[in-house]
Antibody, heavy 116, light 109 residues
Framework: QVQLVQSGSELRKPGASVKISCKAS????????INWVRQAPGPGLEWLGW????????TYAQAFTGRVVFSLDTSASTAYLQINSLKPEDSAIYYC?????????WGQGTQVTVSS | EIVVTQSPATLSVSPGERVTLSCRAS??????LVWYQQKPGQAPRLLIY???TRATGLPARFSGSGSGTEFTLTISSLQSEDFAVYYC???????????FGGGTKVEIK
């Protein structure tokens, strides 16, 4: 089944880091970009950026440059999102999504909670 | 930065009614606009891309239109499974920037 499967919920203290995974199944991983999107409590979606799965080149949204890192393990068809220096306001559901403009396949989401 | 504004924020509708959601971009984005549907506890689902092209398997009651700065998503006859939050997204500046609208919640009247 064509899908993106994300890692499970995470609880971190302020100032810590977290690394979330997004594993692709049943399609050629390097054929599509992987985007990262977050949703804080309540409605509203925010784009963090994307990574070129062919070259590994990341593009970060301006608001997240310097604090998030996208990476790949193409042998495992997996993309990673690392968030450093976590703040309580980073508490959100983080999604990976496949595609360049239109994102036709999404992961199930990973809840990240930042609390002391 | 391109700002995307959706209206209304909430729409109360009865099943069977026709629904029109609006999305406005602060500058010309041609037809580089996507619509997503999100239900509680689920990831967003692609509905429309290129402003008017239906995603694979999407029922014909959903249609998108517009270009430039004004866009609409129309549901011709609202079904019970259509109650959800709808987001538009502009990708005119891909790969450098994309912007979501704030969403429209379609709720039962």
């Amino acid at each position: 089944q064509v899908q993106l499967v994300q890692s499970g919920s995470e609880l971190r203290k302020p100032g810590a880091s977290v690394k979330i995974s997004c594993k692709a199944s049943e399609y050629t991983f390097t054929k599509y970009a992987i985007n990262w999107v977050r949703q804080a409590p309540g409605p509203g979606l925010e784009w963090l950026g994307w990574i070129n799965t062919n070259t590994g080149n990341p593009t970060y949204a301006q608001a997240f440059t310097g604090r998030v890192v996208f990476s790949l393990d193409t042998s495992a068809s997996t993309a990673y999102l690392q968030i450093n220096s976590l703040k309580p306001e980073d508490s959100a559901i983080y999604y990976c999504a496949r595609g360049s403009g239109e994102w036709d396949l999404w992961g199930q989401g990973t809840q990240v909670t930042v609390s002391s | 930065e391109i700002v995307v504004t959706q209206s209304p924020a909430t729409l109360s509708v009865s099943p069977g009614e026709r629904v029109t959601l609006s999305c406005r971009a602060s500058q010309d984005i041609d037809t580089n606009l996507v619509w997503y549907q999100q239900k509680p506890g689920q990831a967003p689902r692609l509905l429309i891309y290129g402003a008017s092209t239906r995603a694979t398997g999407l029922p014909a009651r959903f249609s998108g239109s517009g270009s430039g700065t004004e866009f609409t998503l129309t549901i011709s006859s609202l079904q019970s499974e259509d109650f959800a939050v709808y987001y538009c997204l502009q990708y005119n500046n891909w790969p450098w920037m994309v912007t979501f609208g704030g969403g429209t919640k379609v709720e039962i009247k």
